[in-house]
């Protein structure tokens, strides 16, 4: 008997599965860095910061896929004071969350037909993080 072939949810599941494991491994990597990675004295991700990130990661995910919301893949990189920063940018908005030992601070931007609207904050676990991602994706 053949096996019905997988429907759009199931490879959208699998899409986001791929992304979140090719994310985890970007932050990972940032281990690797040694302190003046940008050439000049830049602070390479602490432990605990890469920690965190993995954690905030993992749950924003789970956070999404409990709340419905669309799980958005982040780009990854290190900041010069040591943190995980994750960013999504779309035509008119912007995110960026800013994770280090303590946890996690977030920014974003709205450019419309009106005046430019900025916000920022604490990316907290749980619900926030569904809602920050279903913000970027209206």
């Known amino acids: 008997m053949m096996t019905p072939p997988p429907d759009e949810h199931e490879l959208l599941a699998r899409a986001d599965l791929k992304a979140l ?3 985890r491994q970007q932050v990972s990597d940032l ?3 040694q302190q003046g990675w940008n050439g000049y004295d830049a602070l390479p991700p602490t432990s605990a910061a890469i920690y965190q990130a993995m954690h905030w990661l993992n749950r ?3 956070e999404c896929k409990d ?3 669309r799980w958005y893949k982040p780009n990854v990189s290190p900041s010069a004071e040591g943190e995980v920063v994750f960013e999504w940018w779309s035509n008119d908005r912007s995110l960026i969350v800013y994770i280090d030992a303590e946890g996690a ?4 931007s709205q450019n419309g037909d009106g005046p430019t609207e ?5 990316a907290l676990l749980g619900e926030q993080q569904a809602d ?3 913000w970027f994706g209206e």
Do not use: I, N
């Open 67 to 69: 709340a419905h919301v």
């Open 118 to 122: 900025h916000a920022h904050g604490y």
């Open 31 to 33: 281990a690797q860095l």
């Open 105 to 108: 601070a977030f920014h974003k």
């Open 21 to 23: 494991s090719e994310v």
């Open 132 to 134: 920050l991602l279903r």
């Open 60 to 62: 924003s995910y789970a």
